[in-house]
């Protein structure tokens, strides 16, 4: 089934990254994120778990590289998949979530090592491209 959506605002589509479901699985099993990202360094879900763990660690400066990793293994991806630099990137996709995620952990990190415009920078991005994402990595409810 083709699923089919009118941009009723005029904007670009939204895009939707490829699905990497052995990578996907193999996290959502409890696979060590190291192992996952060394099996498939393209897929920002790792990098992104990489990230989350590193600033729960405290690890802040081990985490803001994970998470530029996964950011821009997910900007590749998105631009294959069409997208032109802006628009929708839509969290309710699953395979988009690694890439938001990365996108969310990289201003997180920004934010903490005081590197305040490129924080800002990312916040807007995440919330550009998703505000369900942007509310729901925030922990705040959406409207």
Known sequence: MTRMTQNLLGGP???????????????????????????????????AALADRAFAGGSVIESYAYARTGYHRGLDQLRRAGWKGHGPVPWEHEANRGFLRALHALGRAAAAIGEDHEAERCRTFLRDSSATAADTLNGTPSA
């Not at 490829?18 to 879900?45: F, I, K, Q, S």
């Open 13 to 47: 589509p939204p895009t939707e990254l490829p699905d990497n479901a052995e990578a996907r699985e193999a996290l959502d099993a409890g696979t060590d994120p190291v192992e996952v990202a060394a099996r498939h360094p393209e897929y920002p879900g790792a990098w």
